[in-house]
């Protein structure tokens, strides 16, 4: 995988921007993260994160730090949840924090994730091992995901 980082909010814009303009933005930082469904994100899909309240709408057609921040959690985490886990987690993580504080956690435990999953500089390993390797990390990401899941719906049940 090509090396990725999120920018820091420090680096998203500070003024408004149309929504060319996030969508540029937004497909230039994600594009090292391979996406087999196609364009990580398009102005079409920032219109339904709207209309299913996942993403507050912009203010005179423009888009903020705190949309462009929510987009980039939103893009990356509809890669292992659905929208409606998306929109409950993001609820439950901006509850007593700002958009900054919400989008500087994602970014730290994204990044977190990573070098803990790419980080480790192996060796390449035989093809038949990498195939087993492969079969691992899937399964792996299955748990974790499920384990995302039930954590949310016991969330769910709380509140």
């Not at 497909?27 to 102005?43: F, I, M, S």
């Not at 309240?53 to 987009?71: D, F, Q, T």
């Not at 500089?121 to 792996?140: F, I, K, N, S, T």
Request: neutral net charge; aromatic residues 6%.
């Amino acid at each position: 995988m090509q090396p990725f980082s999120l920018p820091a909010w420090e680096s998203l814009p500070e003024i408004a921007l149309y929504m060319d303009q996030v969508v540029s933005i937004l497909e230039k930082a994600l594009d090292p993260l391979p996406d087999g469904e196609g364009k990580a994100v398009t102005p079409a899909m920032i219109n339904n994160y709207v209309k299913q309240k996942a993403l507050r709408a912009p203010e005179k057609k423009r888009y903020g730090r705190g949309h462009v921040s929510a987009l980039f959690i939103i893009c990356t985490l509809k890669r292992v949840l659905t929208m409606g886990e998306i929109k409950s987690l993001y609820g439950l993580l901006l509850d007593g924090r700002s958009e900054e504080q919400c989008y500087a956690l994602f970014r730290t435990e994204l990044h977190c994730a990573l070098d803990r999953v790419f980080g480790g500089g192996e060796p390449p390993a035989p093809c038949d091992q990498r195939a087993v390797l492969a079969l691992r990390a899937c399964c792996g990401a299955l748990a974790e995901k499920l384990r995302a899941q039930e954590l949310l719906s016991q969330i769910d049940l709380e509140n």
